[in-house]
C-alpha cells in the first residue's frame, strides 16, 4: 500500500512530459509468488524538452527492482535511485533516444488490492486503470505517453494454456520445463492504463463480426469452464454494440479479434483494455435460470459501454486524469443512448433520472461535491464518481439539445478526425461544437467546471384577455465545497404547454428568451417569457425529458399536476408529475409521522396509481415504473434535512398499504394477466410484463400477514427474475415467517455453488427495511461464505446494507455504522479502492436528524484516527468530515 504524502495533484500544474516511450517490449515470466517482467522502453527525449540530461523519474507502486540496463549495458548504482514508488535515473544518455531494460519481480498470488497484475481464481489478469501499471514496471504511468506495445507471455502449459494481452495475436511456441510463449502485438499506440494480459485455463465461446467496410473481426469470450452457457446474452449485445456504433456513430472497429474475459474478483464493472475488455463475471454471465432482467439489462449497457470506448477513450484518450469525464461521461451518454434505442426511450430515460437523481444528486448537495472535470485530487480512484459519469453524460446530452441533433453528429465527427490518436482534453471536445456549430459554449462550458445542482423555480400565470401565458424562472446555484461564489449557467429546458385536451399547444410568438426546437435556454438569473396567442389556460410540462440536470420547483396547483400526471402526452413529464405528487405526499406524511400525527393517504393520488396500472395504453414497464414509489432514499434526499429513516419508512409502507387495499382485486387481476408468458425471453417487452407483475405481487403481499401467496410464487418461479423479486416480497413483507425461512433456505441450498447467485441472496437480506436487519447482516458476515477479499460478496451484502437499507444502516443507536466501521477497517487493509468506494455511503451523514447525526460523526471520527488508513479511504472520510 502506497504511504500518504498528502500529495494534492492540481490542473493547473500539468506540464507534458520531457520524454516519451514510443515504443514498449514486455516479457511475462508468470510465477504465482515470482513473476519476471523484462520492459524494454525505447525512450525518446521528446521536441522542445529542456535540456539534455534531465532527469527521468518513472513511476512505480510497490515494486521491487531486479535489474536496469540502458542500451544492454547495466546502470551504474551511482546513475540512477529506486524506491518501491519511484525509479530516477540522474543523467539519462545524452543521445535523443536509448532502450531502458527494467527488470521487475511481482507475487500476483498476494496481489489483494486487485490492482496491478493478480490471481483470481487460478486465473492471472491485470487492472490498471487508473494507475496499476506502476505495480507492474516502473513506466512513466499518465495517460498522455502513448506507446505501441508488443507483449510476450511465458507461463506454466498446464495450469496457463490461455495467453492473452492486447491487439493482434502473434507467435507461439513450447518453452522447457512444461511451459509454452505467446506474443501479442498492438499496432495502436496507448496508454499504459489500457494494457491488459490473461493467462489461465479458460474455456472460450467464438464468433464472428464483418465490420461494414468488409473487416472480419473474431470475436472470443473466456469464462470459467462450465459456464459457456452463460454467454450468449453478452455475445449478442457485443455484435449489437458494434453495429449500432456503426450506425449511429460511423465507428468500426480496427483489430482482427475483440476479446473479452470474466473474471470472479473485480473492483469495478468493467475494463475497456484495448482489444481485450477484462469483466466482473456478474456483467457477463446470464441466462433465464441464474440472472434476473435487471442482471441481463446492465450485461447490455456494460457489454456496450466497454466496447464504445475503443473511440471514445482508446482512439482518443485522455491528457490527464482531470479530463476523465471526457471518456467516461462521453461513453456513459453514448451507452444511454444504445440502451434506449434498444429498449423503450421513455422507460429507459426515467431509469436513468431515478439513478441520477438517486446518487449524483446526493453526491452534488454534500461534501464530496466535485465539478464535472474535478481541478484537484488526492486519489484519482475516488474521482469514477456519478458527476463525472452520470452527470458527465447528462452534459454531453445538453450538447446535443443545445446544437441540435444534426450539428452534435457532426460535432462528433470533427472531434474524431481531429484527435484520433491523441490524448485530448475537454476544451478539445467542446471546442469541436463551436466549430461545427458556431455558437459560442463558454458559458455553457461551466457545466465542467462549477459543482453543485442548479435550482430553478418556475411559476407561470394565464392571461384568458390578453391570450397570454408570462413566464417567471429563476436559477441559482447553491454553494459547495471550495466553492462559494457560483455564476450563471447556460440551462436547456425542454418543455410542452399541455392543452386541456392533453395535445401541446402551439404560441404565435415569444420573448423574454431564446425559445428554440421545444427548449427555453436560459443564461440569466431570471427570465419573463411571455408567450402571445394562446387561446386557452395551458399546463406547463418542464424539464421534458429531464433535458437539464437540475432541481425544479414549480409553484402550480395540485390539480394541475393531477392533470399532467394523467394527461401529459410526453412520457416522460408525465412520470415526473406523478413522481413530484409522490414525494410531496410522502415528505409531508414523514414529517407527520415524526410528529406523532396521522399519515397522509390523499384519495386521489391512490385513485391515480389504480389508473395508471389499468391503463393498457402504457407499456407494462412504464407502469411498474410508475407503481415503484419513490424509495426511502429518494424521499430522505428530498426532505434535504433532518432525516428521520423509520418515519420515512412508515410513510411509505402505508402508503403502499393504501393503494394495495384500494385496487387489491384489481391488481390481483391484473398480476394474474401479466403472469400469463410464453417461454423465457430476455427482450424488454417481456421484462416489462415480469417487472409489473413483481411490483404488484409486493402491493398484494403488503396487504395483510398471510405469506402464502408469496411463498406459492417462490416455489412456482421459472426464472430468477421472478424467483429473486418473491424472496424479495417474502422478505421485506413476511420477516420472520416461516415460508420466508424456508424459502430462504431453500435459496441457499440451491445456489450454494454458485457464488453470482449467493450474491443475489445475500443482497435481498442485506436490503429488509427495519432496525433488527442489522442483527443478521452481523450474523451473514459471519456466515462461511462471506468474505470481505471478493469485491462482489462485500458489495452484496454491506454495499446494499450501507446504501439500499436506510433503517439498518442509519440505525439511531449507531450500532450500524459501528459494523460498518469495523468492516471497512478491515478491508481498507486489502483493497484500499474498494473501502473508499465503499465508505461514500456515509456522505450524507449531516442531513440526519439530530441524534443521528451525531452518531454518525463519531463513526466517521473513528475511522478518521484509525492507525494505518491508506490515501484512499482516508481521502474519502477526511472530505467527508470537512
Ligand atoms: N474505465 C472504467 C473502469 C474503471 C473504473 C477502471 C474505475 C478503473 C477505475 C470502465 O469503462 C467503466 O466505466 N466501468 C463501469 C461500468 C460502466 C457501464 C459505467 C464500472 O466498472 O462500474
Ligand atoms: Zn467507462
Not at 515494486?63 to 529506486?82: M, N, R
Not at 446535443?400 to 450539428?407: F, L, P, Q
Request: glycine share 8%; with cysteine.
Amino acid at each position: 500500500m502506497r504511504s500518504d504524502t498528502g500529495q494534492v495533484f492540481k490542473l493547473e500544474d500539468y506540464r507534458p512530459c520531457d520524454y516519451l516511450i514510443p515504443e514498449t517490449d514486455l516479457t511475462f515470466r508468470l510465477d504465482p509468488d515470482r513473476t519476471i517482467v523484462v520492459a524494454q522502453l525505447s525512450i525518446e527525449r521528446r521536441d522542445g524538452a529542456r535540456a539534455a540530461k534531465t532527469p527521468l523519474v518513472l513511476d512505480g507502486d510497490g515494486l521491487e527492482l531486479v535489474s536496469l540496463e540502458i542500451d544492454g549495458a547495466p546502470v551504474s548504482g551511482d546513475d540512477y535511485t529506486v524506491s518501491p514508488d519511484r525509479l530516477s535515473l540522474h543523467a539519462p544518455p545524452a543521445a535523443r533516444s536509448f532502450t531502458l531494460t527494467v527488470t521487475t519481480r511481482l507475487a500476483p498470488a498476494g496481489n489483494e488490492a486487485l490492482m496491478g497484475l493478480y490471481r483470481s481464481n487460478g486465473v492471472y489478469c491485470t487492472q490498471c486503470e487508473a494507475e496499476g501499471f506502476r505495480r507492474i514496471t516502473y513506466f512513466l504511468d499518465r495517460p498522455d505517453i502513448l506507446s505501441v506495445y508488443t507483449v510476450r507471455i511465458e507461463a506454466d502449459r498446464g495450469s496457463a494454456p490461455l495467453l492473452l494481452s492486447n491487439g493482434n495475436p502473434g507467435e507461439t511456441g513450447p518453452l522447457p520445463d512444461g511451459r509454452h510463449f505467446a506474443v501479442w502485438h498492438d499496432p495502436f499506440p496507448k496508454p499504459s492504463y489500457l494494457f491488459a494480459l490473461v493467462a489461465g485455463d479458460l474455456a472460450v465461446v467464438k464468433d464472428r463480426f464483418v465490420t461494414r467496410s468488409g473487416r472480419p473481426v473474431e470475436l472470443g469470450i473466456y469464462v470459467e469452464h462450465g459456464k459457456q452457457g452463460r454467454t450468449a446474452y453478452a455475445m449478442d449485445a457485443l455484435k449489437r454494440s458494434m453495429i449500432w456504433d456503426e450506425t449511429v456513430f460511423g465507428r468500426e472497429y480496427d483489430l482482427d479479434v475483440f476479446n473479452i474475459v470474466a473474471v470472479s474478483d473485480f473492483n469495478m464493472g468493467a475494463m475497456e483494455n484495448k482489444g481485450l475488455n477484462i469483466f466482473n463475471d456478474k456483467y457477463v454471465l446470464a441466462d433465464e435460470d441464474t440472472a434476473t432482467d435487471a442482471d441481463f439489462a446492465n450485461i447490455e449497457a456494460i457489454i456496450a459501454h466497454e466496447y464504445f470506448h475503443n473511440w471514445t477513450g482508446n482512439r482518443i484518450t485522455c491528457r490527464d486524469w482531470f479530463q476523465l469525464c471526457l471518456k467516461e461521461g462521453l461513453t456513459v451518454y453514448r451507452d444511454h443512448e444504445f440502451s434506449a434505442d434498444q429498449r423503450s426511450r421513455a422507460v429507459k430515460r426515467i431509469a436513468e433520472v431515478r439513478l441520477l437523481k438517486g446518487h449524483q444528486f446526493p453526491e452534488d448537495q454534500g461534501p464530496l461535491a466535485h465539478p464535472v472535470r474535478p481541478r484537484r485530487y488526492r486519489e484519482i480512484n475516488n474521482f469514477y464518481t456519478a458527476t463525472v459519469y452520470e452527470k458527465g453524460s447528462e452534459v454531453v446530452r445538453m450538447i446535443r439539445t443545445v446544437v441540435g441533433a444534426e450539428t452534435f453528429r457532426q460535432g462528433m465527427d470533427l472531434y474524431f478526425e481531429r484527435h484520433d490518436g491523441e490524448a485530448a482534453t475537454v476544451e478539445d471536445f467542446v471546442r469541436a461544437f463551436e466549430d461545427v456549430s458556431g455558437q459560442d459554449l463558454s458559458q455553457f462550458f461551466l457545466w465542467y467546471q462549477q459543482a453543485g445542482t442548479p435550482n430553478v423555480t418556475a411559476k407561470a400565470s394565464y392571461s384568458a384577455a390578453d391570450k397570454e401565458l408570462v413566464l417567471e424562472i429563476e436559477q441559482s446555484v447553491p454553494p459547495t465545497p471550495g466553492e462559494s461564489r457560483k455564476r450563471l449557467m447556460h440551462i436547456p429546458l425542454a418543455f410542452g404547454l399541455v392543452g386541456p385536451d392533453g395535445a401541446d399547444m402551439g404560441w404565435d410568438h415569444v420573448e423574454g428568451a431564446t425559445v428554440k426546437d421545444g427548449v427555453i435556454h436560459l443564461r440569466k438569473r431570471k427570465h419573463r417569457l411571455r408567450f402571445g396567442g394562446i387561446a386557452k389556460r395551458p399546463r406547463l410540462s418542464l424539464n421534458r425529458g429531464f433535458s437539464a440536470p437540475v432541481t425544479l420547483s414549480v409553484e402550480e396547483k395540485r390539480a394541475d399536476r393531477l392533470f399532467l400526471a394523467r394527461h401529459d402526452g410526453d412520457l416522460y413529464g408525465r412520470w415526473q408529475a406523478l413522481n413530484t405528487l409522490l414525494v410531496d405526499t410522502l415528505i409531508r406524511s414523514a414529517r407527520h409521522i415524526r410528529g406523532g400525527r396521522d399519515a397522509v393517504l390523499p384519495e386521489d393520488l391512490v385513485a391515480l396509481c389504480g389508473d395508471i396500472a389499468a391503463d393498457d395504453a402504457l407499456e407494462p414497464a412504464y407502469r411498474a415504473l410508475a407503481l415503484t414509489l419513490p424509495s426511502e432514499a429518494d424521499i430522505a434526499r428530498e426532505m434535504g434535512s433532518n432525516i428521520d429513516p423509520d418515519a420515512i419508512l412508515a410513510a411509505r409502507t402505508l402508503l403502499v398499504q393504501a393503494i394495495a387495499h384500494a385496487h387489491g382485486a384489481d391488481f390481483e387481476a391484473l398480476h394474474a394477466e401479466m403472469s400469463q408468458a410464453g417461454p423465457f425471453s430476455p427482450d424488454a417487452e417481456s421484462a416489462g410484463r415480469r417487472a409489473l407483475k413483481n411490483v404488484l405481487l409486493d402491493y398484494l403481499a403488503a396487504r395483510g400477514a398471510d405469506a402464502a401467496p408469496a411463498a406459492q410464487h417462490y416455489a412456482g418461479a421459472t426464472n430468477m427474475t421472478d424467483r429473486a423479486a418473491a424472496l424479495a416480497v417474502l422478505v421485506n413483507r413476511h420477516a420472520g415467517s416461516a415460508e420466508t425461512m424456508q424459502a430462504l433456505a431453500d435459496f441457499e441450498r440451491s445456489y450454494r455453488d454458485d457464488p453470482l447467485v449467493l450474491d443475489k441472496w445475500f443482497q435481498i437480506q442485506a436490503a429488509a427495511p427495519g432496525p433488527e436487519t442489522l442483527e443478521a447482516v452481523r450474523a451473514l458476515a459471519a456466515h462461511p461464505a462471506f468474505s470481505v477479499a471478493n469485491p462482489n460478496r462485500l458489495r452484496a451484502l454491506v454495499g446494499t446494507f450501507s446504501s439500499a437499507n436506510q433503517t439498518g444502516f442509519h440505525r439511531a443507536d449507531g450500532e450500524g455504522y459501528r459494523f460498518f466501521g469495523d468492516i471497512i477497517l478491515a478491508v481498507d487493509r486489502k483493497n484500499p479502492q474498494v473501502a473508499a468506494r465503499l465508505a461514500t455511503a456515509l456522505r450524507s451523514w449531516r442531513s440526519l436528524e439530530p441524534e443521528r447525526k451525531a452518531v454518525a460523526r463519531e463513526a466517521l471520527l473513528r475511522l478518521a484516527s484509525a492507525d494505518g488508513l491508506s490515501v484512499d479511504l482516508r481521502d474519502i472520510v477526511e472530505r467527508t468530515l470537512a
